[in-house]
């Protein structure tokens, strides 16, 4: 079946430009989650959603970060006025239930602002 | 905070010879500790879990984790490594913080397997 997809997979954008990264989870999983995984680290979190909910918007690292998921599916993050610190890969998940299943992976969007 | 910590940047093991990435874990109360591998312009794709349970853990490819509590580890191992298991591999433990949902990763271990 399909897998949770991202789009686009690559953008490059110039610092001061806005930029909206969409996700695609699993249908039916509950939970989505964004992370953002600089050049040879861990990915780090940035939000989490239960279906329409933003649960957890704690590691979000600044009010340029955006995220949303209105019908609970879909889910775009959005940031405002990028940064080059903002270049980054990032990745979303989704997870069927809301305690300890395991979380899939998209192929992520690699950022890189200029 | 719940955190891991993954000694090594880098494993090199030869073809057929056993394999062993570590990781370590730094949490309050119970950990929930996960294994993911991450293939070149691929998404991290999960391995194996511990929430509770026996203390070996087996996973996908023929991966498992041992847990041991006294040394807060969580070792990923396999018997016989193959060159396709070249990768780069993340612990990571259940933050318990904010929603309780989040993983917090470790910075990942270069897996080399040289036929």
């Known amino acids: 079946g399909a897998g949770v997809s991202q789009s686009p997979r690559y953008k490059v954008a110039k610092r001061g430009q806005d930029v909206a990264l969409r996700c695609d989870p699993i249908?039916?999983?509950?939970?989505l989650f964004w992370y953002q995984q600089a050049l040879g680290q861990g990915p780090e979190f940035l939000t989490y959603?239960?279906?329409?909910?933003?649960?957890?918007k704690s590691g979000l690292p600044s009010d340029r970060f955006f995220a949303e998921r209105p019908e609970g599916s879909v889910s775009t993050l959005k940031i405002q006025r990028t940064q080059q610190e903002d270049s980054a890969v990032y990745l979303c998940?989704?997870?069927?239930?809301?305690?300890?299943?395991?979380?899939?992976f998209g192929p992520g969007t690699r950022l890189t602002v200029l | 905070a719940q955190s891991v910590a993954q000694p090594e940047d880098q494993v090199n093991v030869a073809e057929g010879n056993p394999l062993t990435v570590k990781c370590t874990y730094s949490?309050?109360?119970?950990?929930?500790l996960f294994w993911y591998v991450q293939y070149p312009n691929r998404g991290l794709q999960f391995l194996l879990k511990y929430i509770t349970g026996d203390n070996l853990v087996k996973g996908s490819y023929g991966f498992e984790a041992e847990f041991n509590k006294s040394q807060t580890s969580f070792h990923l191992k396999k018997p016989s490594a193959l060159v396709s298991d070249s990768a780069l591999y993340f612990c990571?433990?259940?933050?318990?913080?904010?929603?309780?949902?989040?993983?917090?990763f470790g910075k990942g271990t270069s897996l080399l397997v040289t036929p």
């Open positions: 990571a433990v259940r933050d318990m913080r904010g929603s309780g949902y989040a993983l917090n």
């Open positions: 249908s039916g999983h509950v939970s």
């Open positions: 998940a989704s997870s069927f239930g809301t305690t300890n299943n395991e979380q899939f």
């Open positions: 959603f239960q279906n329409e909910a933003q649960l957890d």
């Open positions: 949490v309050s109360g119970n950990p929930y």
